[in-house]
Each structure stands twice: as structure tokens, then as C-alpha cells.
């Protein structure tokens, strides 16, 4: 399975500017921390995989099956069968070919080499801070050139990149430097028991500091500027303190562990920022073309300002004609839920949603849930289609509608159809990712 390949306007490395890009199968978030995580079924084989990946865009969600994945965990997972054109795009996109050369690709290998011990074993305060700065500036400015789920502000890209070429060479000349890394800085949470099928690899598309990404159990905030930062601030519900932050001179590096709910709501922040900051794809493809231009050139603005500006209100308005996706969040796991209701309904069983370990929701989620049905109502659009209506809105809603009835038979017919196929109610129970009767 190839690696997804970028449209650039040169073939060097993106970290030297030197060297041909010969690298395959670069990784943008760290293997050792996304490794694992994305098996739909937990048996771990290699083309078992479904890894979400978000674009940068709001009508961009990238997904990669592999090729042993199940065609009903793939219909369950985005409700319908993939088309020639989404086979055709099914690349690893968690990994990039033809972006650094064998040895940048090793510089980035030292810094993981350390780090990676420490995440595995939470011993953050023993880190080297220089070491660990450089790791998390090497993994936000990767997901930015590779356009994984974030981009950053020209400057700060560009200074990052700098500060990277310049610094990373082996692991001590990082350790005993004493020289300035730059002023970024970084701040850690982290939760403990997540499943599969929890996370994935998301990120804030607003294209300035601060800047958030979840990666698997961890999520990093990361800021620029940081000398000039008042005492403190407020981000995603809290409150950051400006001497919490880690920097490459703090002792150690600080992490706030959290609890799974603390978690979730922050990843919700993190895709909520992403769906109302995200651009159309028209404003996606010139963003990413001028500044893939200025990384050939190596300053920022290469084109001209004005042409910038042109080009990107043409693509402005082109988006404007294309109306945003409406907004329904969870909207597949609440479909599941009523699969796995009506499944039990059949056994003589309860079903609670909120009980469900495998949906990994909260009553936050089923909060936002009501308040999307509710802008759907106050658009004059009839929800009685929608999973969940009856149970969490008033009869006048859905009793005795037409599309309430066909969703009772949808239901019933997507059941019938998955038991034909030799499903059992556990594999149901489990989301579809394991198929007994296979
Ligand atoms: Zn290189």
C-alpha cells in the first residue's frame, strides 16, 4: 500500500532543501504513539486498518481501509460502500513518500528514539526538555508540511523548520547545547485506558498559535511567542498558565493527566475548532499551493502579496457557492446505538448509550447531539429520520411521520442484513469490527 504523496514544485527533502526527497513511508505523528491504535478489530494485521486522518478542510475527512478490513465495518463506518474513486485514493495516509531525504528521515529518528520511551512509561520528568522541545516542534511542523490536520502560520513554519535543520544533528550536541531553541512552547495532556476506535489523529485548522492536535492518548497545545504571552490564558475550557508551559529550558517536561470524559471534550474541541475554522476545498488547494511555492523558494509570499490575496478570494467565493456540510455531531454513532438497541431488543436485553464502552460517549456528546437536531427544527427540516429523535425530543417530532417510520425499517433491514452475513449479536455489541461467523 503506497504512502500518500504531496503535489510539491521540487523533489528535495523538506527539512534540508538539499537532498532529493528519496524517503518512503515517512511518518508525520510518531509510529510509536499511533501505532496500534487503528486495527478496526484489535487483531492487530497490518491491512486490518482504518485510520482517520483529518484534511484540512471541512469537506475533507481522509480515511485508509485496509484491505482485510470488513465491507460492513466499512459501511457501518461511513454508510456506504466505497466508490471506485475512494478505492482509487486509498493510500496509508499516515504515511508520506517523497517528502525527506534517508538522512533528515534519521534526524527525526533521533529525537524519536529518545522520546519514545518516555511516553511509553509517563516518566516525563525525567526528560531531557531540549531533547523533548525539539521532539514536539518536530512532530507539529511534520503534520503541517505533510498537511496532516494542521496548518500553521508561514512564519512559525518556517522558523521551525530552522530551528530543526540547525539543531537536530545527534542526541548530544541536542542534550549539551546551550544554545536558544526559539520561542515555543508546549503543553501536555493525557489520558489513561483509551480503546480503539476512541482517537485518531486530529487538530485545530485555525491558522495561527495556538495550535491543538490530539494524537492518540495525548493532547498538545502548541504555542508560539511564548516570552510575550500574558500570565496566563484561556484555552478550550482551561485555563493555561504561562509557567506551566514547557519550554526547552523548563525542568523536565510537565504533563496534566485527565480522565477519559476531560479527553473526550477536549478532542471534541479540537474537531468542532477544525469543522468551523476549516477552509472549502478551493481555499485548501490555494493555501497549500502558495505555500508549498514558498517552501521552493524558501521565503514566505513568493508569488506576491497581491496575488495571494487574488487568488485566494477567487477560491473564497468559489467555496461560498458550495454550502458547508451541515453540522450532526456523532450523528454514525447514534446510528450504531440504534442498531445495537434494536439487537438487543430481539435477546430480551437493556441497552444504555451512555453504558456502551465501545461508543465512548458522554453526556456532553448527547447535549450536542440535542442542540444540532434542535438548529435542524429551527431550519423547518423535518429529524424525524435522525437516530435517537424519539427518545431525546418531544412525539411531535417524529410520531407518526413517514421518515420516522422508514428510519424503523431502515434499522430492521441494515440488522436483518448483518445476521444474513453471520454476524452475531457480540460482533454487533463490538461496532461490526469482528465477524464470528467468518
Ligand atoms: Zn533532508
Known sequence: MPGLKIDRYDSRCALCRQAEADKTGSHLAPNFMIHGMFSYDGKGRRDREIAMRDGLNWGERMVYYGSEVSPEAINADRAHDLTDEELEANVNNLVCDNLFCKSCEDRFGILETYYSPYYANWKQEDVNPRVAYLFWLSVFWRMCVGRMSIFLKGEDEFEMRHIL??????????????????????????????????????????????????????????????????????????????????????????????????????????????????????????????????????????????????????????????PKPMFLRNSDKFFMAEIKEYACKQVGKKYDILQDRSLFMF????????????????????????????????????????????????IKEFYDDVIAKGYTFDDIMNNLRTRSGE
Open 363 to 410: 453526556q456532553f456528546d448527547i447535549d450536542n447531539y440535542k442542540i444540532d437536531i434542535k438548529n435542524y427544527i429551527k431550519k423547518g427540516m423535518d429529524v424525524s429520520f435522525y437516530p435517537y429523535v424519539d427518545k431525546l425530543f418531544d412525539r411531535k417530532y417524529w410520531g407518526g411521520k413517514e421518515n420516522y417510520q422508514r428510519k424503523k425499517d431502515k
Open 165 to 322: 535543520e540547525e539543531n537536530v544533528t545527534s542526541l548530544e550536541s541536542i542534550k549539551n547545547g546551550n544554545n536558544d531553541l526559539g520561542d515555543f512552547g508546549y503543553v501536555l495532556w493525557r489520558t489513561k485506558g483509551l480503546q480503539k476506535g476512541d482517537s485518531g489523529i486530529f487538530g485545530t485548522r485555525t491558522e495561527h498559535s495556538p495550535y491543538m492536535v490530539v494524537i492518540n492518548d495525548i493532547v498538545v497545545l502548541f504555542i508560539s511567542n511564548v516570552s510575550k504571552l500574558p500570565n496566563y490564558f484561556f484555552y478550550a475550557g482551561w485555563r493555561i498558565e504561562k509557567d506551566s508551559i514547557n519550554t526547552f529550558e523548563t525542568d523536565g517536561e510537565a504533563v496534566t493527566e485527565i480522565s477519559q470524559e476531560e479527553f473526550a471534550r477536549l478532542k471534541r474541541f479540537v474537531i468542532d475548532e477544525s469543522e468551523k475554522y476549516g477552509w472549502g476545498p478551493a481555499q485548501e488547494k490555494v493555501k497549500v499551493s502558495l505555500r508549498e511555492r514558498d517552501r521552493t523558494a524558501g521565503r514566505l509570499h513568493s508569488v506576491g502579496i497581491n496575488d495571494e490575496k487574488y487568488a485566494l478570494e477567487i477560491a473564497r467565493i468559489q467555496d461560498s457557492a458550495t
